[in-house]
């Protein structure tokens, strides 16, 4: 850990110039308390930085949350092990990809009596929020179940001694990503109405006590367990692939969820705060968590230890050190290959940026996160599923 100021405190050791600018940009506002986290997995943001936890007294920043509101991991050890799983993996692969809609959107047709079950309980926690998904997504209730683009997957993997767990990250879709934008623009907004200059316009906050601040933490709330439920609606439809392709039902020995880009009230030095986690985990003592590697790259359960200075957190992920773009224009197909070696996967180019060397190191960002979880389970996919 690195104290950049006295209101930032650093644990990445591969950090762009770039990213340490914007964090310190954010820490310099006057309600952070008492200071801002810098993950191992940190890299540049869209107003906030992606790896950062940010602690607030009295405000409430959306863009420190994201689009992806909720986004996070959600895992599953079975009773299965390697041994078991026949050769043929192609065809479990294609179950999934048949059973879980993919890519940016693409909806759920085939509505589940579970679907069904979870949208109605969202539906009537939305009635006590005092607002309509539908105002935002007419279709959120085909959104729900489905898996989303871009760094989301569905993963079948293997443990240090041979369990085959089920793995997946996706967040609360089309819905979320517009209520978090609503709500960027009402925080925008409202720094013009009250002459407020920042250092960027996407660190536009909410001031507590006003009806736009709690319209807002109503609205998280909702998109938060509209995306657990999400993750948990696909994790119960692999979990009917593999025991399809396995011939008999899959027995949940465990199962972790964690969100990484979210906001909850929590206590850190002597004071209650909103803490947003943007890209980070709840790394307190004890509490389960996920990591994941890149494709191709290796995954990790772990158990939190509890770092006061880190306000209980820890990365969530491996972090990109290349933009979409620049990785599209610096790697190939045939080092995508090289990557996923031994891994089935669908071969295309879309996924051209997402190759693992797009990202940071995952062993450099654990070893960076040493003193703030501990390694449980290492995990190497076995079967990719992403969205184009």
Known sequence: MQQINERLMNWASLLEDETLKQAE????????????ALMPDAH???????????????????AAVGVD???????????????????????????????????????NTKLTASANERTERLTAEAEKAGFDPARYAGNWKLQLGTLGSGNHFIEVS???????????????????????QHHIKVAQEAMKRWWIDLPDPDLAYLAEGTDEFWAYIRQLRWAQNFALANRDEMMDRVIGCL???????????????????????EKHFGKTVWLSRKGAINAAKGTPGLIPGS????????VGKGNPVSLNSSPHGAGRSYSRSKARK????????????????????AFLDEIPQAYKPIDVVMQDADDLVEVRHTLRQIVNVKGD
């Open 295 to 302: 494709m191709g790259d290796a995954s990790y359960v772990v």
């Open 25 to 36: 940009k954010a820490s310099r506002l006057p309600f952070i308390h008492p200071h801002i």
């Open 243 to 265: 025991a399809d392709f396995m011939g008999e039902p899959v027995r949940e020995l465990e199962r972790v969820q964690c969100h990484h880009n979210y906001t909850e009230q």
């Open 69 to 107: 509101i909720g986004c996070g991991m959600a895992a599953v050890r079975t009773q299965f092990g390697r041994e078991d799983l026949r050769p043929d993996l192609a065809t479990l692969r294609n179950a999934i990809e048949r059973e879980v809609p993919l890519s940016a959107g693409s909806y």
């Open 158 to 180: 293997v443990d240090e001694k041979g369990a085959v767990w089920l793995f997946l990250h996706s967040g609360s879709r089309g819905v979320g990503n517009k209520i978090a």
């Open 44 to 62: 540049l943001g869209k107003g906030a930085t992606v790896g950062s936890v940010i602690p607030t007294l009295g405000a409430i920043i959306p």
């Open 330 to 349: 610096t790697f190939t197909r045939e080092q995508l290959r090289e990557a996923m070696k031994g891994i089935e996967y669908r071969d295309t180019d």
